[in-house]
């Protein structure tokens, strides 16, 4: 499928309902237009998908999702397809009574479902059921029909979006359709992006419906998808003083490997030197690790000064710990006013001590520690990550690395891209210990907050789903350290680079 100019754009309930409305008025055509557009648009994708197929079933819901539906039920009939269709409610309204009058006129049957149905025999099931309307976990028929589906061993296309994932944050308040392919109408939408939308969306295409570009530059997204990139190329006659020198201050007792694994990480991301400020007990076993780190013993704020003085960009954070020892460091680098990145108990000591940043700052939280940092349950968090990332990025003054699936990167200024790349295998220790060390050498190349932080997610993600071609369970956060280096030089990834 080639890619659409403004496939990037990512938008709200809110902005998709004024572009809907616009489209018609761009097009001069009436909504039931629209909506047979969308429905031919969803069985090129099925033909596509699914070329032999023969016998289908549409399940519709009681808005234009279902209208869709509908629709689509009529030109697959007219294509020659078998087909089936479950109704959630008796009636419709608007476009989509139209549409239901158009399949019941050819003949068409409805099937109205209720939480004792049994679900049609089917080679695949059009899930037609909610689109940008789900306000609410769906309710125990449509619940059940959702299951019933999902547990059908039938591939599923869904409508726009996968029924029981909000559109705007990629929560699933209740059970949720499962798609083999989503096909999602006139533009990109946040939720299909992050959150539970990878377990959801399946392979996801979006379908224009022949919207014209001018109506795209006109809307302002709500975010944006990052991009793939290399690291910006060196100058020949560049030496290590050019590429800047990252700190990395952690490795209490038990988590030496942390602070090694991020050290590692951004002399791979083409930091220019990399010291390491730990306790002195590790400092051998960094040294023969990876003698490229120049490794040092610290015990309180006096050994640490004379290493930040040396440093360009901290890495703060990665196994330091919440003790004594550690509060020490942090406390003490935090007051060097170095630009930075903060990470693990970085960020949980900063929950404790909250400040704002007046240097270049990337914070790299995951949902327990963006909970703890706004004070909230963690399950707010993934009820909207978008406002989350964003809430941080402002109340602390730094670009906002918001982890997970689908990591949302946010400024201050409200801005804010998400991560189509990474895997469940990275779901592993140390993997935040070496977007730690990208992001700092990135910061130390000279990148700004946003741009290191970007650059920093998208390789650090590339770079796990390029280790995790040979698989995902068992991958290793070191495993990611030859695929950085490949990606940072530009040299393709192999993997999802679209
Ligand atoms: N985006 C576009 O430009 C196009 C959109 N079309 C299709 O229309 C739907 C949006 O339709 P809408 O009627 O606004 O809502 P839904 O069909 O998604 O939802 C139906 C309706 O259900 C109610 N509702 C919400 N949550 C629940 C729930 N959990 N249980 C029961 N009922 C619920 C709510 O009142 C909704 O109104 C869009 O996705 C497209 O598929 C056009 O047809 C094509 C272009
Ligand atoms: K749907």
């Given at each position: 499928m080639p890619i659409h100019p403004y496939s990037r754009d990512l938008h709200t309930v809110g902005q998709l309902r004024v572009m809907e409305r616009a489209a018609l008025a761009a097009l001069g055509i009436s909504g039931q237009e629209l909506m047979r557009r969308a429905a031919s648009a969803a069985l090129s994708s099925l033909r596509r998908h699914w070329?032999?197929?023969?016998q289908i079933c549409i399940h519709c819901g009681p808005g234009n999702n279902g209208g869709d539906g509908f629709l689509l039920g009529v030109l697959a009939r007219e294509a020659g397809l078998q087909v089936e269709l479950v109704a959630l409610s008796a009636a419709a309204h608007g476009d989509a009574a139209l549409a239901r009058a158009a399949w019941e006129a050819g003949g068409g049957k409805v099937?109205?479902?209720?939480?004792?149905g049994v679900l049609p025999a089917a080679e695949l099931h059009v899930d037609a059921?909610?689109?940008?309307?789900?306000?609410r976990a769906p309710e125990p028929a449509a619940a059940r029909l959702i299951e019933q589906i999902n547990h059908s061993g039938r591939p599923v296309l869904a409508l726009?979006?996968?029924?029981?994932?909000?559109?705007?944050?990629?929560?699933?308040p209740g059970v949720a359709i499962r798609a083999s392919v989503t096909v999602t109408f006139i533009a990109g939408k946040r939720?299909?992006?992050?959150g539970r939308a990878a377990d959801q969306v399946g392979v996801l295409e979006l379908a224009?419906?022949?919207?014209?570009d001018s109506l795209y530059a006109a809307t302002s997204p709500d975010a944006q998808l990052l991009v793939a990139a290399a690291l910006p190329p060196r100058p020949r006659?560049?030496?290590?003083?050019?590429n800047g020198h990252v700190l990395v201050i952690g490795g209490e007792h038990g988590m030496a490997g942390a602070a090694r694994l991020a050290g590692e990480s951004a002399l791979r991301a083409g930091a220019g030197l990399v010291s390491v400020a730990t306790r002195a007990g590790h400092v051998f076993a960094l040294n023969a690790a990876r003698p490229e780190l120049m490794a040092h013993g610290v015990d309180g704020p006096q050994t640490l000064m004379p290493l930040l003085e040396r440093a360009s960009v901290l890495a703060l954070g990665?196994?330091?710990?919440?003790a004594s020892w550690g509060h020490a460091l942090w406390l003490t680098a935090l007051d060097a006013n170095k630009p930075l990145v903060l990470d693990a108990d970085g960020l949980n000591l900063l929950a404790r001590e909250p400040r704002r940043f007046t240097v270049p700052a990337v914070m790299t939280p995951h949902p327990g520690e963006a909970a703890r940092l706004l004070g909230v349950a963690t399950r707010e968090i993934e009820r909207d990550r978008f406002a989350a990332a964003r809430e941080l990025a402002k109340r602390y003054a730094a670009v906002v690395v918001?982890?997970?699936?689908?990591s949302l990167v946010a400024d201050p200024d409200g801005r804010l891209d998400v991560c189509p790349w990474g895997n469940p295998?990275?779901?592993?220790?140390g993997m935040g210990d070496l977007l730690t060390g990208v992001v700092a050498a990135l910061l130390a190349q000279g990148c700004s907050a946003w741009r290191a932080a970007c650059l920093g997610v998208g390789l650090h993600a590339r770079a796990g789903d390029l280790a995790a071609?040979?698989?995902?369970?068992?991958?290793?956060?070191?495993?990611l350290l030859a695929p950085l280096r490949e990606l940072g030089n530009g040299m393709s990834g192999c993997g999802r680079d679209t």
């Open positions: 070329p032999q197929l023969q099937q109205l479902w209720d939480i004792d059921l909610y689109g940008i309307g789900l306000n726009d979006v996968p029924s029981g994932l909000n559109t705007d944050s990629g929560d699933c939720g299909l992006h992050t224009t419906l022949g919207v014209p006659y560049a030496n290590k003083g050019d990665p196994g330091l710990g919440q918001l982890k997970g699936v689908g295998g990275m779901a592993s220790g071609q040979r698989g995902e369970r068992g991958l290793l956060a070191s495993d």
